[in-house]
């Protein structure tokens, strides 16, 4: 019972002590640099890109590191800066307070009251600089009542950012796969003094005010609690003025051109996404992981073929007179020219589909199918003998139809005209072809009963 009462008087006061660290925060919040526009703290314009708004907030966060300036004055134009930031690099925070302002983060900014991720010096969450909720006061503790629950981050990521570029691939490199060069611009830890950010390449001095810890403890209605040390901001040593690197000029970082090999995976397509761990970003502090590079693709369009998935869609011109008979034609695919075989009485805009003739789906071994659209070509003009010869196919086909002219084109009300006009040709011409077979075969039993008369004559 004794336990129970201890733990119930503690968490009471640590409830306490929570309300009154909230209503401390939410009072002290409107007069930090959360309320002020961070397009003029950085000193870029409203349009700037990304990679403005990353270059500008380097150059800043490097003149005012509280490291570097011992001015009063530029540990709060640190943590101004970083929140600042913190709001323009997040394309969603940033379009929230385009529109919103401040107002749109509940009268705090998203880095809270301290400027870190968090809200409080130290990176403690919450919004408005408070604490999240109340099992957040025992993480301030190293554990609490209930034993460790693990350290609080010191407000710096130990990851670094990762890297979105674009690649440009002709439409046959992403249907069969392809190996490309890219050149990248990321940060990396810097050489000649091996990201101390000294010139001596030698680890800088240990802060004599955290002793290297990166932290203070601080006592509040007889609770002690942890925050980052305000003589190094959390770092744990100190760099002097003028002892800063010649190359990173005392960030520990460069930014760096380096060319990696990207493999385009067979059947891929405008948008994916091609993922190389680790080749983004070294992380700003510390000694953490580099995050990712991500490629995305963006195809060149054929200009033989077009693709809707793993289906590949082409358009070829056949003569009247094979839509009319059939006959075979040679068709572009994506793996070679193939023999097609046209029907007899294929009609304008028919489609004929290749089976597995498509672009090989993504991460699978199958493939796509192609679908050729066919148009009919007819001749502009006509020698006189192909004229003769369509004029009299006419008289046989339309008996009822009146002589054309050069000049005269095919009625609209004509029922063979139009769609059914190859079909019911073709069936005139082979009843014309049978016709003629059998005059000719006639004529030649004709020639030989003559010929057998003659001989028995003789």
Not at 61 to 90: C, G, M, W
Not at 207 to 227: E, W, Y
Not at 347 to 367: A, E, H, W
Request: net charge positive; aromatic share 8%.
């Amino acid at each position: 019972m004794r336990t129970r009462s201890f733990q119930s008087t503690a968490k009471l006061s640590c409830l306490s002590l929570y309300l009154h660290l909230t209503r401390e925060m939410y009072i002290i919040a409107p007069t930090l640099a959360s309320q002020q526009d961070p397009y003029a703290l950085l000193g870029v314009k409203k349009t700037a890109s990304q990679s403005e708004i990353k270059k500008a907030y380097y150059q800043l966060a490097k003149q005012y590191h509280p490291d570097t300036n011992k001015d009063p004055a530029a540990r709060e134009k640190f943590v101004q800066i970083q929140e600042a930031y913190e709001i323009l690099s997040d394309e969603q925070k940033k379009a929230q307070y385009d529109e919103f302002g401040h107002a749109g983060f509940n009268g705090g900014s998203p880095g809270g009251a301290g400027g870190f991720p968090g809200g409080f010096p130290g990176g403690f969450p919450g919004a408005g600089g408070g604490f999240g909720n109340f099992e957040d006061v025992f993480d301030f503790f190293g554990g609490g009542f209930g034993g460790p629950r693990g350290a609080r981050s010191s407000g710096f990521s130990s990851q670094g950012e990762d890297l979105e570029v674009p690649l440009v691939v002709d439409f046959m490199e992403a249907v069969k796969g392809a190996s490309k060069k890219l050149t990248i611009d990321p940060i990396r830890t810097c050489d000649p003094c091996h990201g101390f950010g000294t010139k001596t390449g030698k680890a800088p001095d240990v802060c004599k005010t955290c002793h290297g810890t990166g932290q203070q403890k601080i006592s509040i209605q007889g609770f002690h609690m942890a925050a980052p040390c305000q003589a190094c901001g959390g770092v744990g040593t100190m760099l002097p003025k003028g002892k800063e690197c010649n190359t990173c000029g005392g960030v520990g970082r460069v930014r760096v051109h380096e060319s990696v090999d990207v493999h385009v995976p067979a059947g891929a397509d405008e948008g994916v996404r091609i993922r190389l761990g680790g080749k983004g970003n070294a992380p700003v502090h510390g000694e953490g992981k580099s995050g990712d590079l991500f490629v995305r693709l963006r195809v060149k369009p054929s200009p033989f073929f077009k693709r809707q998935g793993a289906d590949v869609y082409t358009e070829t011109t056949i003569p009247f007179t094979t839509a009319a008979l059939g006959g075979t034609v040679k068709i572009p695919t994506v793996d070679g020219d193939v023999e097609l075989k046209i029907p007899s009485g294929t009609q304008p805009n028919d489609v004929s589909r290749l089976t597995k003739r498509g672009i090989q789906r993504l991460n699978r071994s199958d493939k796509g199918d192609q679908f050729v659209t066919l148009k009919v070509a007819l001749p502009k003009s006509l020698s006189k003998t192909q004229r003769e010869i369509l004029q009299k196919f006419e008289e046989i086909t339309y008996p009822s139809a009146k002589p054309s002219s050069s000049s005269s084109s095919t009625d609209s009300n004509d029922p063979h005209s139009a769609g059914g006009f190859f079909k019911s040709t073709l069936d005139m011409l082979k009843d014309k072809l049978h016709h003629h077979d059998d005059t000719e075969k006639e004529g030649d039993n004709k020639k030989d009963d003559t010929k057998k008369d003659d001989g028995k004559k003789q």
